[in-house]
DNA sequence: AGAAAACACTAACGACTGTTAGCCATAACT
DNA sequence: AGTTATGGCTAACAGTCGTTAGTGTTTTCT
């Protein structure tokens, strides 16, 4: 009953088939991205979505409720996608290369919310920052774990799996700083020369 | 006459041979890290300081006057070395390891101030930050030619230097998130652990 | 049609922001 | 010893912050 209750909610408010509350998460993941969440007001945020600040409130809880949405969708994705390819029977290089290129894919496509995961989760209130860490922490140790999996096996170069996941994910979140700047770049050539230089390396 | 007057000042003002502008820029970096440059406020950080918030006035003129000063002192820092670098007779190889060491010890001998100047820079006003922008742009340019010169004389491999310098510098900002959870990783273990990957790669 | 729910509005609260004015003590220089 | 500059302090300004209360209007359900 309060299922469908919600659904209907959906449905009487849509515009291009999407909640006023959905709006207003996209709207402030732009803002937040270009500001910062301290620096972003609800005064900025209402103005984007052409409302007043008061009547945000109709829709959200509170500012940081929008920030507690944001950061724990990216993070379950990625966590569905993590266990997705740990269920799978491909090599260690095979499951790393799928890993990073969903990343870079993430990215581009849904550039602004993985940002502001990636920045701005300092500002979560407790108990949702202590979980967040928690989970970003989970997921890269099974990250490292395949990859110490893959060297006791010999299929990759014994290298350290910390800083390996720490290269590879850092560098990925690094694409922010360059999407502006290179926007001439298509995204699969971006896409083949990371996971070329990540897997392969520098050196001839 | 006027720099005799200005070091006189610092003698008079100095604990530990510091002036207190200087104790106030250092306790600044620890907090616009911890909190982010927008949510630390003037009196955060003078009580940090032990002083009332006006009196930090009698030292800096602004807010954003500390993180001009912290953003530029990393920058010309890092293109000090790399007009070093530039200027010396290694290979391209040794150039790039010599890059990528220099960065990291940055990273780990004056984390506060290149978090900063890594993150917080957004917040700078015009005019310093279009400068600061223009500095970084001309930086990845030049650290991008250094590749490209190699990969044309065949000294590494054929890879997009945009790309190789995007991960490369990423990356080593990534270490933020990762020394707390791992202190007992030494900073040269973490160097070699991280010199090694971005020289040779994954692949075995 | 009438009841109810959804949602936008104005006004305002209390807390907090960076910063300035002005005052007073101490320390340095002549 | 007397003048001056340094650098603390309190008080305050003008503004912004997230958020709530209360009201009115529109839309939906019965």
Not at 88 to 101: D, F, G, H, P, V
Not at 160 to 183: F, H
Request: net charge positive; glycine share 4%; charged share 25%.
């Amino acid at each position: 009953m309060f299922s469908i209750f919600v659904t209907v909610m959906a449905k009487i408010q849509g515009k291009r088939n999407s909640t006023k509350k959905e709006v207003i998460i996209e709207k402030a993941s732009r803002l937040f991205r270009e500001k910062g969440f301290g620096a972003a007001s609800m005064r900025d945020l209402a103005e984007h979505v052409g409302v007043e600040a008061a009547s945000l409130y109709n829709h959200i809880q509170s500012k940081s409720e929008i920030l507690q949405t944001i950061c724990f969708k990216v993070a379950n994705e990625f966590m569905t996608n993590l266990e997705a390819v740990e269920a799978s029977n491909q090599s260690t290089l095979k499951k790393m290369e799928a890993i990073i290129r969903r990343h870079i894919r993430m990215m581009l496509e849904q550039y602004e919310y993985v940002y502001i995961s990636d920045h701005e989760w300092r500002h979560l209130p407790e108990p949702y920052l202590s979980n967040f860490l928690n989970q970003r922490r989970s997921y890269r140790k099974r990250l490292a774990d395949i990859i110490e999996d893959g060297t006791t096996k010999g299929e990759i170069k014994a290298i350290d799996p910390y800083t390996a996941v720490l290269v590879i994910l850092s560098a990925i979140s690094g694409i922010d700083s360059w999407q502006r700047s290179r926007k001439s770049t298509t995204a699969e050539a971006l896409e083949s020369n990371m996971v070329k230089y990540l897997i392969e390396g520098l050196k001839k």
